[in-house]
Each structure stands twice: as structure tokens, then as C-alpha cells.
């Protein structure tokens, strides 16, 4: 695909905004094709790694996968071949996410979409792809996004209380390795023992020392004293192996500048 | 204190010209004199009772026994201060003529009590005016904060997007639209001040802000209302529901990629209307403590307002059926 022909990916779940800025779009950018509208989170990253396009618009408030957890999993996921598509977010109203675009200079619109202000954007947008920005600084922006949404600090959590039948097992914290989403779970994993607990890893990240435990992949928060030894393979993919545990952790894309040499 | 200090001062040339004008005095000694004495009574006062006073509510009446003090004793201080200026012995004047001295104590605390009353009541007026202020600012504040929950702003823009979209394209659909925003708007800015409407009118009120949502989100939201004629005219406070069908859209079928449906139906039970939303969305999960939290407890405390104890709200929610309202009120005779 060349930029004569630059590809596009609206995700909006109401209909009639979508097709209100493919509209605008096709006045203020005439050679930008839209080659697909998805309406939820999950489709826009599954269309986009799919079909690649130059430019996405991704609304913040969506259901499935929130705008920026859309573009986050798309970043994570996106092979290395082709530049990282040039992304603006769209918002009615969210005064907290507005601060936020503007602080990590990521392009936003506000709905009603107004022609001026999309010209704009098509404009630095038209740059962008000519520019061909490093993934890195918009891997930077994205984790200065998603610090600005993560919830305030809570009091430090003491024990990890994991039922077992009609037990409670305190779990100290000292003792986790390493937390992982899986499906509606969250595994805890000590040097002997597996738990399963319900609290969602955003609920839990808030209440985790940041210095004592990292998050290293969206579903992955690890304590950092219990990393041994940090690898990249031949793909460019970072692999950490642990002290006392034989599983290996991958680390994404979004969290591998934690793991440079000194 | 320094405002205070200056009108003691103008205070005390008045008297000084009084003095001069039907005594034996001079106009030069007199001021001095009267200057001597009376900022010895002001700073007395005026210090004393920023040390003895901390509450003006409680505390007041300790002026009256500390302006008579002030005036003794600052007449004494005053005096000897005066007479060390200008080297004279007035104060020999005490023990001779106890009458006049006395006469002159009189005078000077007839104007330190003057004086006092003016500053205090100036004092007095500049706190209540702060007051006022105060609860002024509060009152709309709380006003404010009230209509930005009832006019959601994401809700807002989103709806005015939709109809600018809609202009282009379907401007008889835009109308429709506009005018269903518009009796919206009306119902959510006079509501605060009604304290019942019929129930024909909030089931009319819930249908344009549902229609509004169904342009909004298209396909993905269904809804059914289910009024029986002969419970329409009953009055109940006005968007009573509003709460809990936002609630059903934000936080069951707005998260939800399929959407679902959402019905609102009233009934009768025996002496009792039973008002019910329900809705096939996600359920409320662990986000009730959120904003569906504040829209559950405005509801809830409407309710106690209107009927005390006996009317209720009960909620039922699982990820699998959704979210049910129950609200129960006593059948109005």
C-alpha cells in the first residue's frame, strides 16, 4: 500500500457518528480510503492488525474495549513490519482523558467532529505518515496515557486472601512472584503454590508497592526481586525467567524499556 | 487596626477642638492631651481584646467591663504621657478637682463606649455580609453539581453529535430528535422545582430520553414501556426513574457489544405501586459503588424525602439477567 492511497479504521459504536466522520473525512481527505467501521474495543485491535491501515480514529468510550485499552493491545500486538498506524482518539466529553491526550501530545477530536478542527488533524496526521515516527515514542505516549487513567495509589495490600473451598488462605504479598490475568481470574503464584482470586489485576495494581512489583504485559504484574534473568530471541520479543519458578513471562512491547543494561 | 487607630485619632482632635472651644485651654495642649489620652484608651481596648476576644458570639459581653477599664486606665496612662511631653502636672488636677476629673472620665468613656459600638457594629456587618457570601457561593455550588449529574455532558455532546450528523442526512429525523432533547432539557431543569407530576408524564419523559438513546446507539438498544391507563394520572416525584434507567444504559447495555433491552413497567399490588426497571445488560458487577452508586442513592434518598418509611428500592443484578429495579410506594389514596 502506498500513502497515494493511505487506509483508514473508524471504531465508534454509535452508527450515525461514524458515518458522520466518514463523511467529514472524505471532504477534508479525499485519497484516504476507509476500509472498515467497527462499532466495540475488541474488533477495532482485531481489524486493525488485521488489515493494517495508515491512520485509526478510536473512540474512548466503547464497549467490549475501552479506546485506549484498544490501542494499547493493538501496540502490544503489533508486528514490526510496517509503521504503527498515526492514531487520534474521539471523545463527547472526558475532561481527564482531554488533559491527558494533551499532555502526552496525542491527537484527539471532540464530537460534534468540527470540519476546522479535523482539517487540523488530517493535516499533522498526513505528517505523521510521511514523518514515519518511531514505535518507541508512541509506545512512550501510550504508557503516559495509560498512568494519567490508572487509579490513585491505594494503602499498600498486607495478604492476598485466596479462597480454597470453604477455606481462606492469607497469602502474604512478600511471598507472590507474580500475578496473571487469566479469563475472569487472576492467578497468584508463590514459590510452592497457585491461587486463584476474582479482583480484577486493575483493581490490584493500585493497591501493589510500584517499586517492588512490575507490570510487564497487560495481564502480567511480576515482583522485580524475583526476576533472574531478562532474554530477547531472535523475533525481538523479551522473556523474563524467574528465581524459583521455571515459567517463563513475556514482557510487552509497551513494558520492554523497563529492561535496558545500565 | 490601622483604619481603627486613624478615626481614634480624628476622634480625639474633635474632642481637643471641644475643649479648647469651651475651656480654659489652649488648642496645642489640649490636642496633645487628648491625643495622649485617648490612643492609650484605643490601643488599650482595641489590643485587650484581641487577646480576650477570640469569639465575638460568645464573647462580647467582656467588653463591657473591658471598655470601662480601657478608659480608666488609659486616662492614667494618658495623662502621665502627656504630661512628661509637656512637662506640665496635670495630673496634680486629680486630687484638686475630683469633680471635674470625674466629669472628664464620664465624657471620655462616653466616647470610648461610642467609638467601641461604632467599630464593632461596622465589624459586625462586614461578617454577616461574609457570611451571606459564603452561603451563597455554597448554595449555587450545590445547584451546580446537581444539574451536571442530571445533564451528563458525555450524554449531551454525544446526543448534539448525532444531531448534527442527523441534519445533514434526515432533517425530519433531526427534529423528531430535537425536540424529543428539547422536552428533556425542560423536564431535567424544572424537575427540582415541581414535587410530584402524573405518572403518564415521567413515562413520557423516560420515553424521549430512550428514544434519544436509541438514535444514539441504534440497533443496540431496545426498549418497552408498560403503563396501564388507570394508573396513569398517579402522581409521583418528577424523573423519579431517570436514574435508574441511565443507569441500565451506562453501565449494562452501553458496556455490552451486542447491547440488549430495557423495559420500565408500572403496577398495582394490593395497596401498593410497584414501579419496575430492568434491563439485560452486564449487570452491576463491582462498578455499583461508582456513578450508578450516586444515581442508586439520589433515588433513594428522594424516596425518604416523599414517603419516609414506606416506600422502598430493591436491586437485583447477575451478568447473566441483568439488572432489576424494584421501586415500591404506597398506592396514593
Known amino acids: ?144 496515557l495509560l498512568r494519567a487513567h490508572a487509579a490513585p495509589a491505594a494503602a499498600p495490600l498486607q495478604f492476598i486472601q485466596a479462597s480454597a473451598g470453604n477455606t481462606i488462605r492469607m497469602v502474604p504479598v512478600d511471598e507472590v512472584l507474580y500475578f496473571e490475568a487469566a479469563d475472569k481470574y ?77 | 487596626m490601622l483604619m481603627r487607630a486613624v478615626q481614634a485619632a480624628a476622634l480625639n482632635t474633635v474632642i481637643a477642638l471641644g475643649i479648647t472651644l469651651f475651656g480654659q485651654r489652649g488648642f496645642g495642649a489640649s490636642l496633645v492631651y487628648a491625643q495622649c489620652i485617648g490612643m492609650s484608651i484605643w490601643a488599650l481596648t482595641d489590643f485587650s481584646r484581641l487577646w480576650l476576644i477570640r469569639d465575638w458570639n460568645t464573647q462580647w459581653r467582656r467588653l463591657v467591663l473591658l471598655v470601662p477599664l480601657g478608659v480608666i486606665i488609659g486616662n492614667l496612662l494618658g495623662t502621665l504621657l502627656a504630661d512628661a511631653l509637656l512637662g506640665t502636672r496635670l495630673h496634680d488636677y486629680w486630687t484638686a ?38 452561603a451563597r457561593r455554597q448554595a449555587s455550588e450545590a445547584r451546580l453539581k446537581l444539574l451536571e449529574a442530571q445533564l451528563e455532558p458525555h450524554m449531551l455532546f454525544n446526543t448534539l453529535a448525532n444531531l448534527r450528523a442527523l441534519i445533514a442526512n434526515d432533517p425530519a429525523r433531526a427534529t423528531d430528535m430535537l425536540d424529543r432533547l428539547i422536552a428533556y432539557l425542560r423536564a431535567t431543569l424544572s424537575a427540582s422545582r415541581q414535587s410530584t407530576h402524573p405518572l403518564r408524564e415521567e413515562f413520557a419523559r423516560l420515553r424521549d430520553y430512550l428514544e434519544l438513546m436509541a438514535v444514539r446507539m441504534g440497533p443496540r438498544l431496545r426498549y418497552t414501556l408498560d403503563l396501564p391507563e388507570e394508573l396513569a394520572a398517579l402522581p409521583v416525584p418528577p424523573l423519579l426513574l431517570q436514574p435508574l434507567v441511565e ?48 444515581g442508586l442513592a439520589q433515588v433513594r434518598e428522594r424516596l425518604a424525602t416523599a414517603y419516609g418509611q414506606r416506600a422502598a428500592l430493591a436491586l437485583g443484578t447477575d451478568a447473566q439477567a441483568g439488572t432489576h429495579a424494584t421501586l415500591t410506594l404506597p398506592y396514593p389514596s
Open chain 1, 1 to 144: 500500500m502506498s500513502l497515494a492511497t493511505p487506509t483508514a479504521l473508524i471504531a465508534e459504536d454509535e452508527p450515525l457518528l461514524a458515518q458522520a466522520l466518514q463523511t467529514e473525512l472524505a471532504r477534508a481527505w479525499p485519497a484516504l480510503k476507509v476500509v472498515a467501521v467497527v462499532g466495540d474495543g475488541h474488533s477495532a485491535v482485531q481489524q486493525a492488525l488485521q488489515l493494517q491501515p495508515d491512520v485509526l480514529f478510536f473512540d474512548v468510550r466503547m464497549p467490549g474495549l475501552s479506546g485506549l485499552d484498544a490501542a494499547t493491545r493493538l501496540a502490544d500486538e503489533w508486528s514490526g513490519e510496517r509503521p504503527f498506524p498515526a492514531l487520534a482518539f474521539v471523545t463527547a466529553y472526558d475532561q481527564y482523558a482531554v488533559q491527558a491526550f494533551e499532555a502526552q501530545a496525542v491527537d484527539y477530536l471532540l464530537k460534534p467532529v468540527e470540519p476546522a478542527r479535523l482539517q487540523k488533524t488530517v493535516a499533522r496526521m498526513q505528517q505523521t505518515l510521511q514523518a514515519a515516527p518511531s514505535f518507541d515514542a508512541t509506545l512512550a505516549q501510550l504508557r503516559g
Open chain 2, 247 to 294: 443507569n441500565s444504559i451506562r453501565h449494562g447495555l452501553e458496556p455490552k457489544v451486542e447491547g440488549g433491552s430495557i423495559s420500565v413497567r408500572a403496577r398495582r399490588t394490593g395497596e401498593r405501586l410497584t414501579l419496575e426497571v430492568s434491563d439485560t445488560g452486564t449487570g452491576l458487577g463491582t462498578t455499583a459503588s461508582g456513578p450508578a452508586g450516586f
Open chain 2, 97 to 134: 478637682e475630683p469633680a471635674r476629673t470625674a466629669g472628664f472620665l464620664v465624657m471620655s468613656l462616653g466616647a470610648g463606649t461610642a467609638l467601641t459600638y461604632y467599630f464593632l457594629s461596622r465589624a459586625q456587618l462586614a461578617r454577616e455580609r461574609q457570611a451571606l457570601e459564603i
Open chain 1, 186 to 262: 487472576v492467578r497468584v503464584i508463590t514459590p510452592g503454590h497457585e491461587y486463584l482470586i476474582r479482583t480484577p489485576l486493575k483493581e490490584l495494581l493500585p493497591q501493589l508497592d510500584g517499586q517492588a512489583f512490575w507490570q510487564v504485559h497487560r495481564g502480567t504484574v511480576v515482583r522485580a526481586s524475583a526476576i533472574e534473568q531478562v532474554t530477547r530471541d531472535e523475533a525481538g520479543k523479551t522473556w523474563l525467567s524467574l528465581r524459583a519458578h521455571p515459567e517463563r513471562l513475556a514482557v510487552s512491547r509497551l513494558y520492554a524499556h523497563l529492561f535496558k543494561p545500565m
